[in-house]
C-alpha cells in the first residue's frame, strides 16, 4: 500500500490504512437492521470486502471489466464498490430513481457485465428490461428476493479463488487506473459518462481532509445517493479520517434517524435546508403573542449573523438569549449535535445559511461537479475562511479561473479524463490546455471566494433584447416561505413568466388563518383570495429584481416537480426542456 500525506493513492487502500491507525475494531459503517443499528468494523468490511473480490473473479471479472451498482445507500453499498475496484474492475453506479430506459442505456452503454440491485422496486424494473441488456450475464441482490441471485450465494463462489490470486489483482491495479464511470443525470440530453481514476478521487480526498474536524469518534449522517459523486466522495473523506458513516433508513425516516444517531455532520443539497427553512418559519407562525414576537425576534436576528465572527458584543448578548429560548429547540429536532452541514448541488439562499449558523449548525456551501470528483472549492471551519453567499475558495491543487465568457474552467489532479465513448464531448469540455469548462458563471472576488452566478447555457434573451438568468430570479423567489418551486420562462417573449408550486404548508395554513378550507391543492390554487395572496408575494420580491427581470405572469402547479417525471435530476436541479415540453400548453397561455 503506497500513501501520500494521509490520502490513500487508490480507493481501496483506505481500509489498511484505517486498520493501522485504528485497529481491525474500529467500527466505520453503520445502517439499520431489523430496526437496530449494525455497525461494522474494519476487521468485518475487509473481510467481506475481499470475499466478494474473490467471487468476482471466480464469476470472470477482468481488470478493467464494468460492474454496475443500483442500490439505496447501505455498508454493502461501499463493499462492493471496494471490491470491486481493487482487482481493477471499474463500478458504475446507478441511480435507483431513473427511468428503464435509462438503465437501458447506461448498462448498455457501460458494457457492465454484472448488476447488484438492491430491493423490489429495481427488480421489477430491471426484469422488465432483461432481454434489452446485451452484456449483463447476471443480477445479484444485495437483499434477498426470491428469484435472485443474492449476495450471499454470490459470494460463495470466491472460495475457489486462492487468497494469492487475490493479492496479484490487487497489485496490478495503478493509481491513474479507472475506478468508476459516472453518468450524469444531466439536465439535456442522454447521459454521458463520466470517467474516473483512483487518483481523481484520491487526490479530492487528501484536499478536502484538511478542511473539516474529524475524530474517531465523529459520526457522519447520509441520506443523499451514493450514486452522485457528492456524497460518495465526502463519505470517503470523512471515513479516511475517522469518522463512522451512517446511513439513513430511507428517506421517509431521515429525521428519526438523525435524532437517533445524533450526527455531528452531514450533507446535503438546498431543497433539505430549505424545507427546514420552512418548517421553522411554520412553527413561528403557529405561535401567539408574546411567544410569537419572541420568535419572530430571534429569527430577524439570526439573519443578521456575521460568518467571519465580527458581530458585536451586544449582537452576542442578544444571540445568547435567542439561543435559549428558540434555536436550542430548532438544533433538538437535529439531533443536538451538529457541528457542521456540508452543502452541494446548487447554490442555497444566504438568510438560511446565516440563521442555521447563529444557531450553531453552520452551513458549510462547496460547489463541484461529476467531472471534477467533484469539490471545487468549498468553505471551510478549519481555515476559517467563509463566506456565507459564495462557495468558499478553490482547493488547494485546483486553478479555477473565469473566462471571458464568464464561465468557470478548472485544471488539476481531480479533473475527468474525459466522457466514456464520447471523443466529441470530451473535446468540448476539455479545451487543449487541460481546463475543464464547467458550463457555470461565476466571479471571483478580491478574497478569492468563488460565487456562482448562473448558468451559462440557461440565460435566455426576451423580444426587448434583455438577458435574463432564470436561476438568479428563481433563487430570489425562493425567499417566500410560500413558493417550494420555480421555473421561470421567457425565451424570446415580452416579459419574463414563471411556474409556481406553493408550499403547501405554508399555503394552507394561511388559508385557515383566513377561514379558507378546502378538500386538496386544486381547488386551494383556483380561489381568488389564494391567487392575489400570491400575486403579493410574488410582487414583494419582484421589487428587489431589475425592471425586465420581474415576474409578470405566473400560474400555480398542484404538484411539485419529479425525477420519475424527468422534471428534475437526482440532485433535484430543473431539467428545464422536459419541464417547458410537459407544461407547453400553460406555458404559452401565458403568454397570449
Not at 440530453?189 to 484538511?210: A, F, I, R, W
Not at 449522517?221 to 465526502?234: N, W
Not at 423580444?463 to 428563481?474: D, L, N, V, W
Request: neutral net charge.
Amino acid at each position: 500500500m503506497v500513501i501520500y500525506d494521509g490520502a490513500p493513492v487508490r480507493t481501496f487502500d483506505i481500509l489498511p490504512r484505517l486498520e493501522g491507525l485504528y485497529g481491525k475494531g474500529k467500527p466505520i459503517l453503520a445502517a439499520k437492521e431489523n430496526g437496530d443499528w449494525r455497525r461494522y468494523t474494519i476487521e468485518e468490511a475487509r473481510r467481506i470486502i475481499d470475499g466478494t473480490s474473490r467471487a468476482l473473479l471466480a464469476f470472470g471479472i477482468q481488470k478493467g471489466d464494468r460492474v454496475a451498482i443500483a442500490s439505496r445507500n447501505c455498508p454493502q453499498w461501499n463493499f462492493l464498490d471496494w471490491a470491486i475496484q481493487q482487482i481493477g474492475g471499474v463500478t458504475v453506479p446507478l441511480y435507483t430513481t431513473i427511468s428503464e430506459n435509462d438503465y437501458i442505456y447506461n448498462l448498455n452503454h457501460s458494457e457492465a457485465k454484472l448488476l447488484f440491485i438492491y430491493g423490489q422496486e429495481i427488480h421489477r424494473k430491471v426484469s422488465r428490461i432483461a432481454a434489452e441488456l446485451a452484456t449483463v450475464k447476471e443480477v445479484v441482490s444485495i437483499k434477498e428476493l426470491e428469484g435472485v441471485t443474492s449476495l450471499k450465494a454470490f459470494m460463495q463462489q470466491g472460495g475457489a479463488i486462492p487468497v494469492e490470486q487475490l493479492e496479484a489483482a490487487k497489485a496490478q491495479v495503478d493509481r491513474h487506473d479507472l475506478a468508476t464511470v459516472i453518468y450524469t443525470s444531466g439536465t439535456t440530453g442522454v447521459p454521458k459518462g463520466v470517467m474516473l481514476t483512483h487518483d481523481n478521487l484520491t487526490s479530492n480526498t487528501k484536499c478536502l481532509d484538511t478542511l473539516f474536524y474529524v475524530t474517531e469518534n465523529t459520526r457522519y449522517f447520509s441520506y443523499l445517493p451514493l450514486s452522485h459523486i457528492f456524497e460518495r466522495q465526502v463519505t470517503m473523506a470523512y471515513m479516511n479520517l475517522g469518522a463512522v458513516v451512517y446511513y439513513a433508513e430511507n428517506m421517509a425516516t431521515i429525521l428519526n434517524d438523525i435524532q437517533e444517531v445524533k450526527p455531528h455532520v452531514f450533507t446535503t443539497i438546498p431543497r433539505l435546508l430549505e424545507k427546514v427553512h420552512a418548517n421553522i418559519l411554520l412553527k413561528g407562525k403557529k405561535a401567539k403573542g408574546i411567544e410569537k414576537a419572541i420568535f419572530n425576534w430571534a429569527i430577524e436576528l439570526g439573519y443578521a449573523f456575521n460568518e467571519k465572527h465580527e458581530n458585536t458584543w451586544w449582537y452576542n448578548c442578544r444571540l445568547r438569549i435567542a439561543d435559549r429560548l428558540v434555536y436550542r429547540k430548532v438544533r433538538e429536532t437535529l439531533g443536538n449535535s451538529i457541528e457542521v452541514i456540508i452543502l452541494g448541488g446548487a447554490t442555497v439562499q444566504p438568510k438560511i445559511s446565516k440563521l442555521l449558523s447563529a444557531m450553531k449548525m453552520p452551513v458549510m456551501e462547496g460547489y463541484g461537479l461529476t467531472e471534477t470528483s467533484p469539490v471545487l472549492a468549498v468553505n471551510s471551519p478549519v481555515t476559517r475562511k467563509i463566506k456565507i453567499g459564495t462557495v468558499g475558495q478553490p482547493l488547494d491543487n485546483i486553478e479555477v479561473k473565469i473566462s471571458e465568457q464568464g464561465e468557470i474552467l478548472a485544471k488539476g489532479p481531480s479533473i475527468m479524463q474525459g466522457y466514456y465513448k464520447s471523443p466529441e464531448a470530451t473535446a468540448e469540455a476539455l479545451d487543449s490546455e487541460g481546463y475543464f469548462h464547467t458550463g457555470d458563471r461565476g466571479e471571483i472576488d478580491a478574497e478569492g471566494f468563488l460565487r456562482l452566478t448562473g448558468r451559462v447555457k440557461e440565460i435566455f434573451k426576451t423580444s426587448m433584447g434583455k438577458y435574463i438568468s432564470p436561476s438568479m430570479i428563481e433563487n430570489k423567489m425562493l425567499e417566500s416561505p410560500f413558493i417550494n418551486s420555480i421555473i421561470v420562462v421567457g425565451e424570446g417573449q415580452k416579459f419574463a413568466a414563471a411556474l409556481i408550486v406553493p408550499n403547501f404548508d405554508q399555503l394552507t395554513l394561511w388559508c385557515r388563518e383566513n377561514n379558507l378550507n378546502f378538500i386538496n391543492n386544486e381547488l386551494m390554487l383556483k380561489d381568488k383570495a389564494v391567487i392575489t395572496m400570491m400575486r403579493k408575494e410574488v410582487d414583494r420580491i419582484n421589487k428587489s429584481l431589475g425592471d425586465y427581470e420581474r415576474i409578470q405572469k405566473f400560474e400555480l402547479l398542484p404538484s411539485d416537480f419529479t425525477a420519475e417525471k424527468g422534471e428534475v435530476t437526482s440532485t433535484l436541479k430543473l431539467r428545464r426542456n422536459a419541464i417547458q415540453e410537459h407544461y407547453k400548453d400553460l406555458i404559452e397561455g401565458m403568454f397570449v
